[in-house]
C-alpha cells in the first residue's frame, strides 16, 4: 500500500535510516534510494511513532537528496526502500537568465513545480546540457520558496516530456538523450511526442466506438477528390498534417446556386480573409500558390453549434491521475473570431464556460456529452499510440444535430483557456495530475518494471 511519510534529515555522517515499525516489521530493508540512487544503509526502528522517516546527512549527500521538507512517497521492494518519486521534466529553450530560466514559459513551469506537496513529488526541469552522463547526475531547477535554484540530484525516477515544439522534438541532440535516457537507463518516459493529425485519425478508426467521431478526412490527393467532398458537404477544411495553433487552416466553400467557390483564411499578416474564386483551380492557383499540397489534411466541414453567427468548438483537457485513471480536468467552450476559420484567440477568439454560453439543461447535455467522448478518444489513444500517454487536449465539436466531433487531439495541449477567470482552478487540476501520475508510473516501475517496459 503507498503511504506518504516526512523526511527529516539530522547531521549525522553515519549511514542511518529511522522508520516507522509498520515499514521495518515486514520487510528486510537494507537500502535505501532516491531517483537512480541507491545506497545500503543501517536501519532502525524510529524512536518516535510517527510518519516520518529520518534520514543522515551523510546518507543525504550520498543520494543528492534535496532539503525540501514535503511529504515523500514510499515504496519497498526488493529489500529497497525508494522515497520520490523524483520527477525529471525535459524541455528546451533555456536562458541565462536566473529568474526566467525557461523564457517565456518560465511562469507555467513556476505553477507545475509549485504543486509539488500536494502530489508527494520532487519535480524538476532540465535540458540535455544540465545532464551529467559521468556521475549519473543532473543540476536541475527547482522552484521552491517562490524562487528559482539550480540542485544536483540523480537521474529521476520518471520523465515527463515538455519539449515545446516539433523542432526540438526532432534535434538529433535531443533524441539521442531521450534514448539513451530510456533505453541504457530504463527511466519511462510519458508524453513522448506530438501527434500527426493523420496518424491520430488513422489510430482512431481502428476503434469502432472512438470512429464514430471522427469527420472524414483524408490526405490530400486530387481536387476531384476534394470536389467530391465538398459536392457531399457544402464546405470542408484544409489543414496541415503537423500543424498547430489554427496555423495554416483554410476553410472552403461551395456555392451550388452559383457555382462559385469561397476561401476562409488568415493571411501572414494575421488578417482573416473570405475571398471568392470561380473555380477550384482558381483558388488553389491564388491562395495556395507555392505551397506544398502533399503536408495537408482535406476534412469534413461540419456545421458547428453558434452564438451570434459564430462557430462554437470545445477545449477538453484529460489526464491520468496516480492511479493510472483518465479524468477531464477542464472544458471550455470557444468562440470564433468575427470572419475567423478557427476559434484562436489569435484569430480573434473568445473563451467562455458552457455556464455563458448555453441555458442549464443544454449545459448539462453538452457536458455530458463532452466527457463522455473525452474519456472514449483518451483511452482509445493511450491503448493505440506507441508511449506512455497521461495527458490529451482534445477540439471537439458538436453539429446542429447534437452530434460529437473529433477535430484535434494534443499530446502537448496549449493553455490559453485558463486565461478565463473562471479556470483557474482547472488549471492548477491540470498540473497536479500532470505530476500525479508520475506517482502512478514510479510505482510501477519499482513493483512491475517488465509491464512498463511493454508500454
Not at 439543461?361 to 453538452?366: N, P, V
Not at 487540476?429 to 508520475?438: E, H, I, V
Request: glycine residues 6%; hydrophobic residues 35%.
Amino acid at each position: 500500500m503507498r503511504k506518504r511519510y516526512t523526511i527529516e534529515i539530522v547531521p549525522n555522517s553515519q549511514l542511518v535510516v529511522y522508520c516507522p515499525q509498520e515499514l521495518l516489521k515486514t520487510h528486510g530493508i537494507n537500502k535505501i534510494a532516491f531517483g537512480s540512487k541507491a545506497i545500503e544503509a543501517d536501519f532502525r526502528i524510529h524512536p518516535k511513532e510517527n510518519n516520518s522517516i529520518v534520514i543522515s546527512k551523510g546518507i543525504q549527500d550520498l543520494l543528492h537528496f534535496p532539503d525540501f521538507s514535503i511529504k515523500l512517497h514510499v515504496f519497498v521492494e526488493h529489500q529497497v526502500l525508494t522515497i520520490g518519486p523524483l520527477v525529471g521534466i525535459f524541455t528546451a529553450g533555456f536562458t541565462p537568465f536566473p529568474h526566467r530560466p525557461i523564457g517565456d514559459r518560465t511562469n507555467f513551469f513556476s505553477k507545475l513545480l509549485s504543486v509539488k506537496t500536494n502530489v508527494g513529488a520532487v519535480p524538476f526541469v532540465f535540458g540535455e546540457q544540465h545532464i551529467g552522463w559521468d556521475t549519473g547526475t543532473v543540476n536541475g531547477y527547482f522552484y521552491h520558496d517562490n524562487q528559482w535554484q539550480r540542485v544536483e540530484v540523480p537521474f529521476p525516477h520518471v520523465i515527463y516530456d515538455r519539449l515545446p515544439n516539433r523542432k526540438s522534438e526532432r534535434n538529433p541532440k535531443l533524441i539521442k538523450v531521450k534514448e539513451t535516457l530510456q533505453k541504457d537507463y530504463l527511466i519511462p518516459w510519458y508524453n513522448p511526442g506530438f501527434f500527426s493529425k493523420l496518424d491520430i485519425y488513422e489510430r482512431l478508426q481502428q476503434d469502432k466506438s472512438a470512429a464514430v467521431y471522427l469527420p472524414e478526412t483524408h490526405p490530400f490527393t486530387s481536387f476531384s477528390m476534394m470536389e467530391e467532398m465538398l459536392s457531399k458537404y457544402g464546405h470542408i477544411y484544409l489543414k496541415p498534417i503537423n500543424g498547430s495553433l489554427g496555423l495554416g487552416v483554410h476553410q472552403i466553400l461551395y456555392d451550388k446556386m452559383q457555382d462559385e467557390y469561397y476561401c476562409r483564411y488568415q493571411d501572414q499578416k494575421g488578417v482573416n480573409r473570405l475571398r471568392k474564386f470561380s473555380s477550384l483551380e482558381g483558388l488553389f492557383q491564388t491562395v495556395f500558390a507555392n505551397r506544398n499540397l502533399e503536408k495537408m489534411l482535406v476534412q469534413q466541414g461540419i456545421n458547428l453549434l453558434r452564438q451570434d453567427q459564430r462557430p462554437i468548438d470545445f477545449r477538453i483537457h484529460t489526464n491520468k491521475d496516480d492511479e493510472g485513471e483518465w479524468h477531464v480536468t477542464a472544458l471550455a467552450a470557444k468562440l470564433a473570431g468575427r470572419g475567423s476559420v478557427t476559434t484562436h484567440a489569435r484569430s480573434g477568439g473568445e473563451v467562455k464556460t458552457l455556464t455563458e454560453l448555453f441555458q442549464q439543461d443544454e449545459e448539462q447535455l453538452y457536458t455530458k456529452k463532452l466527457v463522455h467522448a473525452a474519456l472514449l478518444l483518451s483511452n482509445s489513444l493511450s491503448n493505440n499510440m506507441e508511449g506512455i500517454i497521461a495527458e490529451i487536449g482534445f477540439d471537439l465539436g458538436i453539429d446542429k444535430h447534437g452530434d460529437v466531433w473529433l477535430f484535434e487531439a494534443n499530446s502537448k495541449p496549449g493553455r490559453s483557456i485558463f486565461s478565463h477567470p473562471e479556470l483557474k482552478d482547472f488549471d492548477k487540476l491540470t498540473c497536479k495530475l500532470s505530476l500525479a501520475f508520475a506517482v502512478f508510473l514510479t510505482e510501477q516501475t519499482i513493483l512491475h518494471p517488465e509491464d512498463v517496459i511493454k508500454w
